[in-house]
């Protein structure tokens, strides 16, 4: 990147950070209440860690025969647990209140 880029780069995200919020017109910005919809990674991919993990061979063997991209499809089951787990924690923590 040039150095001449760089200092502009500079230069809009100083005045970006120094605008309050008060100041950005977001007439033409409906506001989102429902994200119901919304699509995981559509913007944004999580960044990929790659490890040595023991699955039972059964699993790995239906994953392998059952999806094309096996590993997709298993990081798709592990978040889905995650995100179930997470969801039942939030209504459990809730009903405490």
Same mark, same amino acid.
């Given at each position: ?6 200092? @502009? ?8 950070? =120094? ?11 409906? &506001? $989102? ?17 790659? $490890?040595?993990? @023991? ?11 059952? &999806? ?7 990081? =798709? =089951? ?11 924690? @939030? &209504?459990? =923590?809730?009903?405490? @209140?």
């Amino acid at each position: 990147m040039s150095e001449e880029r760089s200092r @502009r780069i500079a230069n809009d995200l100083a005045r970006a950070i =120094a605008t309050s919020d008060e100041d950005i017109n977001t007439d033409d910005i409906p &506001e $989102v209440f429902d994200w119901s919809d919304a699509v995981r990674g559509k913007f944004y991919r999580p960044i990929k860690e790659q $490890v040595t993990l @023991r699955i039972d061979a059964d699993l790995l063997a239906w994953f392998r025969q059952n &999806e094309d991209k096996y590993q997709t499809a298993i990081n =798709a =089951a592990l978040r889905e647990h995650v995100d179930r787990q997470r969801q039942a924690r @939030r &209504e459990l =923590a809730a009903s405490k @209140r």
